[in-house]
């Protein structure tokens, strides 16, 4: 549910445009002057901001223009008297995204603030895409000299112009994503979308709707029709992450769109064509989920036409000097540092670990050790024992499933912790989407 904030000095307009917005299903705060709402801003998270242009003490573009400083993502609209058009247009140019005059319509007001929603979700998700091709495929570059990354490229570069479904499997941190962006880059479809899909961050109840899209009045809050991902990447890849977290239902679904090349939004009567390529990924052996009856044996075929497995970090230890030469030129450029490598007792630390968390535990722990750094050579580093060793009785009393809960209960709490109880920067941290991460401590029962 989005949270908007209302910043007037009218009561009676407080009272009812909190109703009105929340009988359209958001979430509000208001406030009536600008103190307030800037400690709204520090405080809490926002999605969208409704800041009256009159106001006593700091006017609302005094406020807006700090509004900006604190948070310059978050969209802001300027409810403004008639003759304040002019003022207005000057708070647009400081950052305001539209302004609405007094007295408003009440659907033009929930169309504008919907409008204004879907923009920022666009522009994250663009921000996003162009974070990771930045940080994980750089010109086609991917990391890796030892022989066994040589016989994954090899093998993409066979793979990546035809128009087979491509496996990737891999442990959790291995890159599978930055494979399946290069299959996507170095394929035909390079020049359209790639659209990435983890399959285990949407709700059940919702997957289908992501996936194959709706039509206004599909259900109850299916107010606008709406493409699912399978559309959005027709004529490219789409790519979906960790397959396994699909019910048996939503496998079905999808086993049918996989045979007949055609999609159909929940609510409508017509099929869409799809031109499509399609790349699935797993950290766990496919095969074996089949074998024990956790995943569709049809499904499986349908998408191992070509099986690409990602070695872990602790087999392709040759890499890791390539990676703490990347991260550390990656790091120092986002927290302004100006380190130059490591020392060789330093290497021989890195090399000598285990790296359950394989390139992305690498990546954090050398992010930290720049972070930190007095010097310009990190002469000591510090790799936390954050992944318990259990013992063989702790592996028979417990269930698979509980041991990973366990394990992940203690990375994200001591993540949290090393955050200072920022959970967005932890969820950054660990490299994790941030939905992902609030779904895990939901359901791991963290509070």
Known sequence: ??????????????????????????????????????????????????????????????????????????????????????????????????????????DSMIVLIKKALEVKYLKQEVNLLRKKLDENYRHGNVIGNSESMKKVFEQVNIVAPTNLSVLIEGESGTGKEVIACMIHSLSDRKDKNFIAVDCGAIPESLIESELFGHEKGAYTDAKNAKEGKFELAHEGTIFLDEITNLSDPNQIKLLRVLQERKVT????????????????????????????????????????????????????????????????????????????????????????????????????????????????????IEIPDEIRILSQETLKSNSISEIKDDIERDIILKAIQDANGNKILAAKNLNMNERTFYRKIKNLGIS
């Open 265 to 380: 939004r929940l609510g409508a009567k017509k099929s869409i064509n799809l031109d499509i390529r399609i790349i699935a990924a797993t950290n766990i052996k496919l095969a074996e989920a089949v074998n024990s009856k956790r995943f569709r044996q049809d499904l499986y075929y349908r998408l191992n036409e070509f099986l690409l497995e990602l070695p872990p970090l602790r087999e392709r230890k040759e890499d890791i000097s390539l990676f703490v030469d990347h991260f550390i030129s990656d790091s120092n450029k986002e927290l302004n540092k100006n380190v130059k490598g490591v020392t060789g007792k330093v290497m021989e630390k890195l090399i000598s670990h285990s790296w359950n968390g394989n390139v992305r535990e690498l990546r954090n722990i050398i992010r930290r050790s720049v972070l930190l750094s007095k010097q310009e050579i990190i002469d000591s």
């Open 1 to 106: 549910m989005e949270k908007i904030l209302i910043v007037d000095d009218n009561e009676v307009l407080r009272f009812t445009l909190t109703e009105l917005l929340e009988e359209s299903g958001f979430e509000c705060n208001a406030v009536a002057e600008g103190i307030a709402a800037l400690e709204e801003v520090k405080k809490n998270t926002y999605d969208l901001v409704i800041l009256d242009l009159r106001l006593p003490g700091m006017n609302g573009l005094e406020i807006l223009k700090k509004i900006k400083e604190l948070n310059s993502q978050i969209p802001v609209i300027m409810l403004t008297a008639f003759g304040e058009i002019k003022t207005a247009v000057e708070a647009i140019k400081i950052g305001a995204l539209d302004f609405v005059t007094k007295p408003f319509d009440n």
